[in-house]
């Protein structure tokens, strides 16, 4: 649709179809990758914002760093990857 006109619902029930499927991904990835049960994911993706000190007791973060350490890591972690169009 355009902007400045109403959704239609079947606009409405495609938006919602799309966020769904986005959060059952995102909630999956997220169990799948810090190895906590589903069902509890589940109960915390609400939408809430959690800082950081209570994400690490959750065992949603690995750490908690400086973002200079961040980038420091990530860019250590990146030295002997390919690069696009490298061969």
Do not use: C
């Not at 649709?1 to 799309?18: F, M, R, T, V, W």
């Not at 810090?34 to 589940?42: F, R």
């Amino acid at each position: 649709g355009l902007p400045y006109e109403k959704l239609s619902d079947l606009s409405k029930e495609e938006i919602q179809a799309n966020l769904r499927k986005s959060h059952n991904r995102f909630v999956g990835a997220l169990s799948e990758n810090t190895g906590i049960d589903l069902k509890t994911v589940q109960t915390w993706a609400t939408g809430k914002v959690f800082d950081a000190g209570d994400a690490l007791k959750m065992g949603l973060l690995d750490s908690i760093q400086p973002f200079e350490n961040v980038i420091a890591n990530l860019n250590k972690r990146l030295e002997n990857a390919p690069r696009i169009g490298q061969r």
